[in-house]
Nanobody
Framework: QVQLVESGGGLVQAGGSLRLSCAAS????????MGWYRQAPGKQRELVAS???????NYAIFVKGRFTISRVNAKDTVYLQMNSLKPEDTAVYYC???????????????WGQGTQVTVSS
């Protein structure tokens, strides 16, 4: 079993910054993609950013230029640096990973418990 522990959420004023962290532990084989999703009240969960094991990044259009995703493979940890935060960024942010479970490339997804980010105007 794999556990994801997130930290770094909180309350911040518009224009401020927060840094989210997500550390994976347990029976990890080899984590491929790591990413962050978010879900605001009454809305569907949406991808914010993802990063491959090799460091290739992908961002949602609404965070490009403001958020930066990074990872440390040796620590099985992914980060999300969020700058120039806006009230519309308010949501629960979820960590997501795809762990390779065998030599044939099969993967298993895992989700964190979520961390609240609230941006006041």
């Amino acid at each position: 079993q794999v556990q994801l522990v997130e930290s770094g959420g909180g309350l911040v004023q518009a224009g401020g910054s927060l840094r989210l962290s997500c550390a994976a532990s347990g029976s990890i084989y080899a984590i491929n993609d790591m990413g962050w999703y978010r879900q605001a009240p009454g809305k569907q969960r949406e991808l914010v950013a993802s990063i491959s094991r090799g460091g290739t990044t992908n961002y949602a259009i609404f965070v490009k230029g403001r958020f930066t995703i990074s990872r440390v493979n040796a620590k099985d940890t992914v980060y999300l640096q969020m700058n120039s935060l806006k009230p519309e960024d308010t949501a629960v942010y979820y960590c997501h990973i795809r762990d390779r479970i065998d030599l044939w490339g099969n993967e298993k997804p895992y989700w964190g418990q979520g961390t609240q980010v609230t941006v006041s105007s």
